[in-house]
DNA sequence: CTGAAAGCGCTTACAG
DNA sequence: CTGAAAGCGCTTACAG
């Protein structure tokens, strides 16, 4: 089939193997393994033909023999919140899932390490565990983002690359960052509650407090990004903050008994992260449809609320994305040395009643 | 490292590989290899002990072994529009280029077979094509229904399994199916134009006529769920269609103007296919920017429309996914015998002005 | 600095 | 019906 000369000439289409570059280059696979490995320990005249040579035939290595034979295994280090089932992080995690499955091809398995979201020394805990961990790259969820900053400095020394989910920090070296743009989710959630209100109408920021933990990076983006539009589109109501609580329902309905009270002319709500299922309980319960309430993330439970017209849209953010593609870019770098786009910003999907039934299969 | 006994029990999370288990039941690899893919020649208690060892320790075959041992090679035929670029099936590619960059690693290769949408006769003789060829699993855009119909009973008899994209004909075998519910994203796009219109109004239904072809079975799902949503929220208007040409912009333009001339009270303007654009640039160029559009594809022109706010919203149906799903799907059945589910009914995205800028990427 | 040889887990003729 | 042996393309000690 192959003749022993102009192999590279004969069948353009052909794969040129490892042997082929040898015999062209007149060295042994194993020199030629060297050069396609920078590992050294090459005379200048083989590695400038070898080079030569993998050059003029676009060498392409095959990764799957290449993964077979190295036996290489790789970690990837995945840093998130913990989550029980029906939370926003749990949707995150099947992206997780479904990138183990198929990194497990390449010799990369996957790490978990997860903190609790409202309890900052968790995380910092867990950062405290991180430096005595092994891992060859880290996917990092950026809530504490005052925390995260510094840590990244720490594996920049330890030349462990990392990628973002959740929000962005551009003035870290992340390899990328994979999520959206969290103020213009916070437009998006404005368009949409604002569209059909009067523009003297008051607005309910709902905002959670649990734990003495305030709010996210990301919520404080989302508010600034509803806040723009809002300022851009003559809206002459008031936002009317109010702090309400995961786990007391009575007392957040004494809240918004009295808010509402005081402010008959309430239209619209909205909070900035996954837990507008509050707000909506507590509308459904007064039987308020005529308030308009947005929110974010297509967990059950806003499913639900959503479903049933309580909820007049979510903005959401394929966290099954973010979590599949974070681990997936780090093996790509790992295996092939692919380099990933630094920021990648995923769509920002709207959800309404008539179309929320189809959203799930957001991994491909 | 391994003992030569109980390697079952030893470590649940090494990896049993075929010559463990030729080892656990007695025989060589070569018996075991047989009975894994069934080609017979194996005596019925060699059979059974291996079928049962198999069983015991969840026996999951090295695919990139497999691959890179077998050198088998799959092809998948791929059966679409063709396109130019910057339509609809162009983003259909997108994905198809990705499934073929990564199906390529498991000797799974694509080969493109393209008609011409408009053009029935076009698509006939690809038919007659395609039974000459020969292929290992098919991708199949049913833009011709009544043609594919039958085609999918030759392919039936031959063996041969396929996956539908673009819309579903549930009467036919066919292995999967990936795309929106063109019901209910006709359902969508009415509650979008609806919502802001006063219910008397009147709504254009845009159709585009070219070379004689009227539309698909798409667009005639979608345009009965659209009608369907009307009928249920008390729309008091009437539908007036209008036939189009989708290169005769000056034809276009007389006909709309005397359409407008005769209804004044038109409010909203829909197309089912993805050609909303010339209704968009109709609009623009009359400067009716109260007559609410809503449309489908994130094509370029439509993309701009959007932006620019003449297009109030797009329905959009991730093409890139059904071509990557369509190809991956059965790469993993002809690979490793996992069927796909059969109906997988896409995301119903809603594109608005506000996060049009983001809908990209949605290949994973 | 270099190459011969063994091996990754699986498949494929081939000889019995 | 069965098994020993070679091979897929690449990597890894190891001996020189």
Avoid at 46 to 67: F, G, K, T
Avoid at 140 to 168: H, K, M, N, Q, W
Avoid at 295 to 315: C, H, K, Q
Wanted: proline letters at 3%; hydrophobic letters at 40%; one cysteine or more.
């Amino acid at each position: 089939m192959r003749s022993d000369h102009d192999d590279e000439t004969k069948d353009p289409t052909a794969t040129v193997r490892i042997v082929d570059i040898a015999r062209m280059a007149g060295v042994s696979t194993a020199t030629v393994d060297r050069v396609i490995h920078r590992r050294g320990k090459v005379s200048a005249g083989n590695l400038a033909r070898i080079n030569e040579v993998l050059e003029r035939v676009h060498y392409r290595p095959n990764l799957i023999a290449r993964s077979l034979a190295s036996g290489r295994q790789y970690v990837v280090a995945v840093v998130t919140p913990r989550f029980a089932e029906g939370e926003y992080w749990a949707d995150f995690e099947a992206g997780i899932q479904r990138a183990e499955a198929e990194a497990r091809r390449f010799n990369v398995v996957v790490r978990r390490f997860g903190f609790d979201q409202y309890d900052r020394s968790s995380f910092e805990r867990l950062l405290e565990l991180l430096r005595r961990e092994s891992f060859d790259a880290a996917v990092l969820a950026t809530l504490f983002a005052e925390r995260v900053v510094p840590f990244t400095g720490e594996l920049d020394r330890r030349g462990i690359p990392y990628v973002f989910v959740d929000s962005d920090l551009p003035e870290c070296r992340r390899m990328a960052y994979f999520g959206t743009s969290s103020f213009d989710a916070g437009v998006v959630a404005a368009r949409l509650l604002f569209e059909r209100m009067e523009a003297g109408a008051d607005i309910v920021v709902g905002n959670i407090r649990h734990r003495g933990e305030g709010g996210s990076n990301q919520c404080r983006e989302r508010e600034r990004g509803f806040r723009d539009y809002l300022a851009r589109h003559d809206f002459g109501g008031r936002l009317l903050d109010v702090e309400l609580r995961l786990d007391d329902e009575a007392c957040n309905a004494r809240t918004l008994d009295d808010l509402f009270a005081r402010h008959p002319s309430i239209a619209g709500a909205v909070t900035f992260n996954s837990t507008c299922y509050i707000l909506a309980g507590y509308l459904a319960s007064r039987r308020r449809s005529e308030v308009r309430l947005v929110g974010y993330d297509v967990i059950e439970r806003n499913r639900r609320m959503l479903s049933e017209g309580i909820v007049t849209a979510l903005v959401a953010q394929r966290p099954e994305v973010q979590g599949y593609r974070g681990v997936m870019s780090l093996c790509a770098w790992l295996v092939e040395g692919v380099r990933p786009a630094s920021v990648n910003n995923l769509p920002i999907d709207i959800l309404v009643k008539e179309n929320i039934a189809y959203y799930t299969n957001n991994i491909i």
